[in-house]
């Protein structure tokens, strides 16, 4: 059975930093597109940073470059976000996904920055 569980959520001051977790079971994360996502109360969710397969080339959203990292562990199997210089505005509830032939979804882990 798949599945992907992520932590490392909470509450934080404007300016701190989070380290959010994925880890995966039944897949090797090595071999999927895995991403983070992120859905603030009333709005959609949004991609927030992709790590691909194999040669784990990242990309992120504009409104985090330069403060968040997507990382991988491959030993671990797990995918991490390191987010500094938190803003309010990145108060969401943050997932995490795995895709290749088929797509997997965490449950997310609440992410509140406080001004």
């Known amino acids: 059975q798949v599945q992907v569980a992520e932590s490392g959520g909470g509450l934080v001051q404007s300016g701190g930093s989070l380290r959010l977790s994925c880890v995966a079971s039944g897949l090797i994360v090595s071999a999927y597109v895995m991403s983070w996502h992120r859905q603030a109360p009333g709005k959609e969710r949004e991609l927030v940073a992709v790590i691909t397969p194999f040669g784990g080339s990242t990309n992120y959203a504009d409104s985090v470059k330069g403060r968040f990292t997507i990382s991988r562990d491959n030993a671990r199997n797990t995918v991490s976000l390191q987010m500094n210089s938190l803003k309010p505005e990145d108060t969401a509830v943050y997932y995490c996904?795995?895709?290749?032939?088929?797509?997997?979804w965490g449950q997310g882990t609440q992410v509140t920055v406080s001004s």
């Open positions: 996904n795995a895709q290749n032939k088929y797509t997997y």
